[in-house]
């Protein structure tokens, strides 16, 4: 009987925990296995800390690479269903763009580069430009 009770409690938790997740898309982190890039964001409370650039203050979010340590900051993020636009800098302040994050299914998000500068990363010690729309996943 402990074990059924447990094994309740358990799954009403996981499942509250979902619908929490599900109720807020635009907070967490999402990948991009192709480039090695990911987003960490949260839109709603634009709170978030860039690790080793705190100097920087709190910002909606940041879009990172998981070889390099230079970020694109989200300045600004505004929420509309399930679409965000965003306003993104380097982490220089001598590039800015334009974007939209939408959500596509509950784990999958096409971020579009709309106009400005060029989102990029360094490779090989060359700058290499990100596609105009780049699809994320969660983990």
Do not use: C
């Amino acid at each position: 009987m402990k074990k059924f009770i447990f094994s309740l409690l358990f799954a009403s938790q996981t499942i509250i925990g979902f619908a929490q997740t599900n109720a807020k898309p635009f907070k967490g982190y999402i990948y991009n296995k192709e480039y090695e890039v990911y987003i960490q964001m949260d839109f709603y409370t634009q709170k978030i800390l860039v690790p080793g650039q705190e100097i920087l203050g709190e910002v909606a979010g940041y879009f990172g690479d998981k070889h390099d340590g230079r970020k694109w900051l989200f300045t600004s993020a505004d929420v509309k269903g399930k679409s965000a636009h965003l306003a993104i800098t380097n982490d220089y302040g001598s590039e800015d763009l334009e974007a939209s994050l939408t959500q596509t299914s509950d784990s999958t998000f096409e971020l579009k580069q709309l106009e400005g500068s060029t989102l990029k990363i360094a490779r090989n010690r060359k700058w290499v430009k990100m596609p105009k729309s780049l699809i994320f996943q969660r983990k």
